[in-house]
């Protein structure tokens, strides 16, 4: 999903590739490649700017050791390998954030005010976060308070229907009412968590926005999460900062980052709210919602890979004890065909395998396609 974005890392890397300093003159054209593939991949001009100043700042004059010890190893570093050390940490800056991305109320229920325009995955994104919030021992409740888009609330309802977790409505009311009768209904049910799905339109209007304050005032809600579509490019910035200016937003939700986004939001979207990356979808089961991890962010836009990210996913489809058994059986030599189709299903439930690859290190890739 970011090969728009790491094809001039890759470039920049591979102009510095021999030398042992970077100066001015030799910088210079690593950081044009670099700006390219960040323009190519629609992060906001400005949001540019700052991250190459930042760079730039940090590289010039930096002698680089050729030779360093590591794990009682001698390894070779070039000045191209030290440029891309700087841009991770300044990848990894730029879209890091101190404060939780989620606030629960010490007392009482906590509150997650959904928002975003129609089409952004707001409703799957509802469920997911549910079913995640579930799994950290959490008793959330949906609340279908979209009653402008035709079948949200059914949508919805099914939704929470196949993960086990109540959905909230109330036909014919408006979503202002609706919201602030949830608190009750919360009570009843002794759930810990309630999580507003509010309406979207095609495009920022006034009365969306209205709407949008006026289920805030009535709930109060600790978070309110903005979810966004990765693929909308350049678009994202004006969105995301109108929606922040009118109410807040206190973190961010990108999705469809499976599919073609060239990955700018990513690295926009985070300067430009001044909220945290909350969490990333990457398809559109109710599994895949991730918390969103900096570091993996930016070691996947350098074609690093996310190895941490891959051992979360192992981790979630694994039956650990199996495990050991299938590896005892394998080792005996009773591994048999339909053990093997049962690990082939096993990593089908851990998405595409495209997803999979692009995790892994480009050096690993073409070490595991040659093996």
């Known amino acids: ?86 841009c991770h940490s300044e990848l990894v800056s730029m879209m890091s954030d ?15 005010m959904m928002v975003g325009l129609q089409g952004s995955g ?35 309802q099914i939704l929470g229907e196949q993960l086990g977790i ?9 979503p202002v009412d609706i919201c602030r009768a949830a608190t009750a209904e919360a009570r009843k049910l002794g759930c810990d968590v309630i999580i507003y799905d ?3 339109r095609l495009a920022i209007d006034e009365p969306l926005m209205q709407e949008l304050g006026q289920i805030k005032a009535a709930v109060s809600p600790q978070n309110v999460l903005f979810v966004i579509d990765a693929m909308i490019g350049q ?7 109108s929606f922040n200016e009118r109410l807040g937003v206190t973190g961010v939700i990108l999705t469809k980052l499976d599919g073609d986004a060239r990955g700018g939001a990513a690295l926009s979207v985070r300067e430009v709210t001044g909220a945290p990356i909350a969490f990333i979808g990457l398809g559109e089961t109710a599994d895949k919602l991730e918390r969103f991890r900096p570091e993996g962010m930016a070691s996947r836009v350098l074609g690093m890979g996310d190895i941490v990210g891959l051992i979360q996913d192992f981790e979630e489809v694994v039956d650990k004890k199996k ?49």
């Open 166 to 174: 109540p959905v909230f409505n109330i036909p014919g009311a408006s």
């Open 98 to 112: 101190e404060r939780e991305p989620l606030v629960m109320a010490a007392i009482g229920i906590t509150g997650i």
């Open 198 to 200: 509010t309406a979207g």
């Open 1 to 86: 999903m970011f090969d728009a974005l790491t094809k001039g890392f890759r470039e920049a890397q591979n102009r510095l590739a021999g030398l042992t300093e970077l100066t001015e003159a030799n910088i210079k054209p690593a950081l044009k490649e670099v700006r390219q593939s960040l323009l190519e991949a629609d992060v906001e001009l400005g949001v540019v700017k700052r991250f190459l100043a930042k760079v730039e700042e940090k590289a010039l004059g930096d002698t680089v050791q050729t030779r360093i010890r590591h794990g009682g190893e001698t390894h070779r570093v070039t000045a191209g390998e030290q440029f891309i050390s700087i």
């Open 235 to 241: 678009d994202a910035v004006q969105t995301a900062r």
């Open 122 to 156: 707001k409703t799957t994104s509802s469920a997911k976060l549910a079913r995640v919030l579930e799994k950290e021992g959490r008793k959330p409740l949906l609340v279908a308070a979209d009653m402008q888009r035709p079948a949200a609330v059914e949508q919805l």
């Open 323 to 371: 495990a050991e058994a299938d590896a005892a059986r394998l080792m005996s030599g009773e591994f048999t065909f339909e053990d093997f189709l049962e690990q082939v299903r096993m990593i089908q439930k851990m998405g595409s395998l495209k997803d999979l690859i692009d995790k892994i290190p480009e050096g690993e890739q073409i070490s595991c396609f040659q093996n």
